[in-house]
């Protein structure tokens, strides 16, 4: 059976597992608090062009999530995102544990717009009523998407334009960041990124290491007493120079935006097979997701040496399924998708 059902099934990359077992023994201050992470930091600081980005590390993504979201609301206030955002449809409820509303506003692409945040709060503020209901004041989104889009330059211009002006936070979940910034038609870079956002992270977990996000603060309101809330959420770890350590692997010579590349050029190959044979597509993109509409037959069949994620049912005959390829995703495995594709496309479908 071969893989393209995520982006997280191996390990770490080889420099990544060689940087961890030379410092294997090495005897440093827990809780991050060690010079691994501090040169981590830095690189990640020097990579935003934000030298006054406060830069923490967790181990996960939903750990992110929820503590950046703890950090940023008060009791009464809620968190926004897209029908289909992670924090929403993938974390068990998670932000809701922690005390705080997840609001959504449909979204057929994964993104949410900045005319929608608008009608969000303006709406909130113009019920009389308004102090019995959950204050919007955080915005999540997360590029590349669920449904693997992008944000424009333009569109992430827009959003952190309104919420400067409504008073709302914008947080970008990057857990699939380094695919979203190798991607063909991709604007933003992370220094647009530092300068658009209130807090980002930086996904690692997803993106070459064992496992880790670097969060990445540039509004100083939400770093302050932010480890606090790490510490109260599980976040800090005890052995956190392991996080260090990898970060700084894949940040000291730009390892993970070649890894992130590496992904997204095996990822247009299934593309430009697929388009070859006139697949539509649930979603177009052009990061390391890709989402086909491919009839029962034909999945069925190329389900018994492949393994993919099912979508959502688009036909009584057809499904939009995905194919995700990684850091680790190699040339003899994407060759053997492509070529499983041709015969059962056209022997098949």
């Known amino acids: 059976m071969i893989y393209f059902h995520n982006d997280y099934l191996e390990g770490c990359h080889e420099k990544v597992l060689a940087a961890l077992t030379k410092t294997n023994l090495e005897q440093t201050p ?28 967790l181990v996960g993504g939903t750990q992110a999530n929820l503590t950046v979201v703890a950090a940023a609301l008060r009791p009464h206030q ?9 924090i929403n449809s993938h974390e068990t409820g998670a932000v809701e544990a922690t005390g705080h509303k997840v ?48 944000y424009s330059l333009s569109e992430l211009e827009a ?16 857990a699939r960041l380094g695919y979203g910034l190798a991607a063909k038609d991709n604007e ?12 980002f992270y930086i996904g690692g977990t997803k993106v070459g290491a064992l496992f880790g996000e670097a969060v990445v603060i540039t509004n100083p309101v939400l770093a302050q007493d932010f480890r606090y809330i790490m510490k109260q959420h599980g976040g800090m770890l005890a052995k956190g120079r392991l996080l260090g350590v990898q970060f700084k692997a894949l940040f000291e010579d730009g390892l993970y935006f070649r890894i992130g590349a590496h992904a997204v050029a095996l990822a247009d190959q299934i ?27 034909c999945l069925d069949e190329l389900a018994r040496d492949f393994k ?10 057809h499904r939009a399924v995905r194919f995700c390829t990684s850091w680790a995703t190699n040339q003899e495995n994407t060759d053997a998708l492509c070529a499983a594709l041709r015969r059962i496309v056209f022997t098949i479908c």
Not at 159 to 165: F, H, T, Y
């Open 30 to 57: 827990g809780y991050g608090e060690d010079h691994y992470c501090a040169e981590a930091a830095r690189l990640i600081r020097q990579a935003c062009n934000c030298e006054n980005a406060a830069v923490h590390f």
């Open 78 to 86: 809620a968190a926004m995102c897209a029908v289909s955002g992670h």
């Open 103 to 150: 609001m959504t506003v449909p979204s057929e692409d994964g993104k949410i717009t900045a005319h929608q945040v608008r009608q969000v709060v303006d709406a909130h503020y113009a019920d009389e009523s308004f102090e019995h209901t959950t204050q919007p004041k955080l915005v999540y989104i997360s590029s590349p998407t669920e449904l693997g889009t992008l």
């Open 159 to 174: 959003l952190s334009a309104v919420c400067r002006e409504k008073g709302l936070y914008l947080f970008l979940d990057g």
């Open 188 to 199: 933003v870079t992370l220094a647009d990124l530092a300068r658009l956002c209130d807090v």
């Open 271 to 297: 593309r430009h097979t697929l388009d070859e044979m006139g697949v539509d597509y649930l979603v177009p993109g052009t990061t390391n997701q890709i989402f086909p509409i491919l009839s029962d037959a």
């Open 308 to 317: 993919f994620v099912e979508m959502e049912r688009v036909s009584p005959t």
